[in-house]
Structures are given as structure tokens and as C-alpha cells.
């Protein structure tokens, strides 16, 4: 424990090693969208993750959102284990046939207001996959679906960013 | 061991085998076509001479050109360096085979993917239940893998059978197919007898997209992109597997320099994926600030994949015959510099782990596969290798990685802390790997070699992080894939996971499964 304290002092803020623009720009956008979320959300966007059949890098990369560097629960985004708790439901992947009961009942599951992010080509409209025998074109087709975030896959600032701008349009 | 002297192994044990067809295309594979009533004995006696697992069981369709299923089954033979691949014809109105899996566990599910896939039974296999069509959504009768596939969606759905443990006091917990992490999907069904799991079935293909279909009639070329797909964090393997597969058919020798970059990169690769894992078990041993630490340094990983190749998941960089991103003085400086600081992170983090003794209680003698029951069950790669068994392509197929002395992790107790020691060996040798191939790159030789497009079929392998990436590839005279099946060492792996959490308790399971660290989208494909 002794070592960790002294570590951390002598090291400072381990998240200051990454190139001073990148940092900035996850500032300046993690303020406004604090202040936006504070608005409209009371403090917190809750949001529960699915993955109807992704590759796994569009997780990855949510994943690494939350890591200290870029820290999205500090911005009053946080990601909860159960659907019950949720604002907003985070969809990835192309939705596989198997997955279509579970996603759907997940949507029930949530209280209302709620809505729907896609993230990743492949939610979209299946992306690679779409000629596929075993896959849903995409999330749009089953739920109503208000943001999309593109990439494959978008990158944990491009996730921050693309939130962002949508919150600023609906205000 | 060439071609004659596996067939004089196999005749001590079976007298009077006898080969229909025996080849050798390629430097590392051998091919042995026998007849239909023979292939059952064969693969057996392979499995025991070469001490291999099945690691690749499949069928292909070629009814309209013969009216014939052609099964091949792959073996690895890594005393000599080479695949042994049997394969029989059987005609289309005897389509079904007799069953391997009661005497080869690792066949089993590969049977059952050939039964729903292209209805070819196996026959007295004991469990025909279909892994990735689901009952519930997928009438019985579409086999999507043969060629005149239609969907029809005539028959009845019915509901899946779950294994039924019986007894007083037993109860089931059903978790999935979504988690309550940002993790795949997956159904595991635990049965328990107070606190001690007595049984844990799993039930995937919910992550099935049809990508071996997908390949079917395109053009090699465009197809990286899907590769890189198939498990989205392990992107580089994979198009390496789908390369160096389209490589050996069209005979493409790529540039000694190309080889060294593609090493680099699948070090890289291993690096991040292994530092996440290492984090994860932390955070699921509910130790988190590793875990806090364990991100920075994968990011900082990812941020250098990016700033040298232009993608954080080093797409976009195979192409058949060679890479598309060089890595010149300036970046070679930028990887010698990162190194120095991922070295320096690591070495704390690994610290931090090694000193905390309630970490080390918990992962120590959790969820052990004995290496009986790996050998058994046919694991391979990363878990296999913390179970004791000393299986690594990139020292049994070494390529460049010989003139690096590679050396391989090994540990015996099969447990989370073996797991857990494999990847922190593995992560420090691969950063002395690409310390050592950087100096060894060539400024003026070329990336690509030109070749020419010819048809034929072959296997293209890679060590990924997880373990074996296979690629199995036929491709046509005009460069269309004809068939392409893939094989995942989370495939075989994922049974070891079952067994490894028997008679530990349910909050052992996230710890178990991280240790793993499994695919769920190159499992179902």
C-alpha cells in the first residue's frame, strides 16, 4: 500500500502522459458534456451495453472509454449492469438472429424515457455482415434508434464526441 | 517424419491401411485421402501418434461437381513442423460418417457443426444438439453451408435441452446471453449443490454472423476486411491466417522484411490483449486499481498501434504478399521509446499483483484444468500451455521467430495464477521480441512480392494471443473462394472452462472466465 502512495506521488497523474492536444480535447469536450448531462439528466446518463454479435473491438473500445485516460464516468456518463437502471440502451453489432428475443426484451426491460445508441458500422445496417443468412439488417429495422455513432470501431474519443454533438442538438 | 514414414506409424497400428491418394503440396503439409471405411481408424491413430488434438474437423460441399461431401480432419504434427490432413469422400445419398468424438473428445463439436451446417450425421454421436442455430429461431432442415442453400424456414422450431443435473438440493443459475459487463454473449447454465458448482454447461452461437458463408464466392482479395472481423481483437492474427493461407496457394515467398514487420505487429497485438486480461482478473479478483493500471498501459499500446500503423486494432496492414505499413527510423524510434515505458508500467503492475497476498490466495489453485483433462479435451494455445502442455506454433512453425531464440511460457498447475504467469511471461518476451526484430529490419528491402493468381486450396495458420488461428482455404482458378473454414482456439478451448470451475463457487466464475479470456465471436463465427 505504503509503495502504491509513493508511487503515485512521485509519479503524479499518469493520464498526463498522453499528447497534450489529445488530453485537451478530451477535456473540453468531457466539460460541456458534463454540464449538458447535468441538465438533462440530473448528474448521470446511465447507460446498459449489448452486444448482439459483434466482433468485439466496438467493446474494446467502450471499454477503453472508461479507462482512467479518458474516464467517461467522471463526465456523468456511467455504464450499469442492469437494464432497470438505464437511460439508454448501447447497441453494437449486427444483431444475429439469436440475439433479436434478447435485445428486444432488454428494450422492454428499461423504463421510459428511454432511447437507443448503435455504435460501430455493423450496427448501422449489419456493415460487413449484411448479406448474411443469420443477420438482422441492423439495429434501425427492429427499434427506433436515435444516435448512431460510426466507425469500426469508432474510437473512444470519436465515442465522446458523437455523444456530445447529439446532446447539443437535442437541448 | 515424411509422407511414407507416417503411413508406416499408421500400419503398425492399423495392418492393413492403405491410402488412397497420399500428396505433400506444400513444405508443411501432407495430405492422405483414404477410403470412407478407413477414415475413423486413421484420424485415431494419428490422434495418438502425433499426440494431437483434432484441431480442425470440416466438410466441403462438392456435390455439383462429383455429387460427393468431402470431410477433412487436421492434425498438427509438431515434432516435424507439418499438418497432417485426412480426407474422405462420401457420396451424397450415404451422407453421415461414423462419430470420432466417443473416442477423440476434441471432435465433438466439430461434429455437431458439420451436422447442423451441412446435414452430414455423424453417426451414434451422443449429442447432436445444434451449437449455432438455435432451435428456438432456426427451423431443422436449412443447412446453410451447402451450396444450394435456400432459406426456407419450413420446419417446426422447437426448444433446446439443457443437461439436467438430478439430485436433492440441486439448483440451477441461468446467466446470459447479456452480461452485466461490457463483455459478448454467451449462455452459461451453473448447477450447483450448495455453493460448489457441480456442473456448467455453456450455450453460445449467439454471436453468429455466417462468416464463412460470407466468404464464399468473393474475390480473395476483398476479403481482409472480414477476416479482420471475424474476433475484432484479434485482427492481426486473423488476416495473417487468411494471407499467409491465399500465400502458400498462389505461391507468393513474401520479403524477409515483411515477415519481420508482420512479427512485430503480432506482438503488439499480444501485448495489449494480454495486459486487458491481466486487468481483468484483477478487477474481477476485485482489485482495482491494477485493473486502472492494466488500461493505461493498454491504451498507451493502442496509441502507439495507431500512431505507427494508422489503426488502434492494426487493421488495414496485411495484404496477400506482403504488409502495407513500414516501419522506418522515425517509428522504429517511436516503439523503442513506448517500449521503455510500457517495460517500466508493467514491471510496477506486475509488482503490485505479486505483493498483495489476498490477490495471490485468491487466483492460486482457482479453477485448475489438470492437463489430463486439456489433453483431453483438446486445448490448445494459452490455456494448454498453463496446463503444461508445451504447444506454441511460433516454436513448433518458427519461421523468423527462430533466429530470435524464441521461448516458450510454460506452467504446470493449470490454474488462474498459471494463467495469470503465462501472460506476464508471455508479455515480457514479447516485448525482448520486438526489441530484437526491430534491429533487425532491412531499410531498402521491399514489403510486397508480386504473384500470380492460381486455384487450389491450403491451410494458413498464426499464433494469436488466445492460441491457434486456422484458416482453412479453397480458392478457385479466378481467385473466388470456394470455401473457407475457420477455426478459433477459443473453439476448443471454451470446454476447458466448464471443467476448470467445477467444484469452485459461482464468484470464482468471473475470475476463471477472464483467466480464460475467450472469444465469443470467433467461437460462433
Redesign the interface.
Known sequence: MM??LK?RILKGV??L??EPELSKGIEEAGSELRSLIRKRYGRSLHIR????????????????AN???YDLQRFGIS?V??PRHADCLLVT??V???????LKS?YEAMPEPKFIITLGD?ALDGG??K?????CKGVGSILPVALHIPG??P?PIDIILTILKFLRKKE | MDSSEIIARIKEVLPDFEALAVSRPYADEVLLKVNPLDFKGTSLALHKILSSPVMMLFACDEREACGIFVIRCVFVDFKNSQWVIVSMDIPEQHAYFDTLAKSMYSAANFEREIWEMFGIEPKENPDLRRL???D???PKGDY?LRKD?K?TQAGNLSDYKFNRVDGEGIFEVPVG??H??????GHFRFSLAGEPIVNLELRF???????E??FEGKLYADLL??AE?????S?FAYSLAFAQAAEKIFGVTIPAKASILRAIFLELERMHNHV?AIGGMALDAGFS?PH??A??I???I??LNEKISGN??LRKINVIGGVTQDIDEVRKELIVDSLK?IKYDFN?LT??LN?SISFMDRVDTTGVLRKKTAKDLGAVGLVARASGIPMDLRKYFPGIYDQAKFKISLQESGDVLARLRVRINEFEESCRLIEYFLAKIDKNEGLRSDFQLKGGSALGYSEGWRGPVLFWLEIGPMGLIKRCKIVDSSFLNWQGLSFAVIGDIIPDFPLCNKSFDL???GN?L
Open positions: 509503495r502504491i508511487s499518469v493520464s502522459h498522453i451495453e449489448v452486444d448482439t454479435g459483434s466482433c468485439g473491438a466496438c467493446e474494446s473500445e467502450i471499454i477503453s479507462n482512467p485516460i455504464f449492469a442492469s453489432g449486427p444475429s438472429k439469436n440475439m433479436l428475443i434478447a432488454t455493423c460487413l455482415f448479406d448474411s443468412y443469420y443477420v469500426c470501431p474510437s | 449455432r442455430l438455435h428456438e429461431v432456426w446453410p442453400f432459406i446471453p447479456i452485466a459487463g461490457i463483455i459478448g454473449p452461437g449467439f454471436a453468429h454472423r455466417g462468416v458463408k460470407l476486411g472480414l472481423c471475424v474476433s475484432g481483437d485482427s486487458n486499481f486502472a493500471y488500461s493505461i493498454k491504451e498507451a493502442l496509441q488502434r486494432y515505458r510496477e509488482k503490485i505483493s472469444s465469443y465471436s460462433d
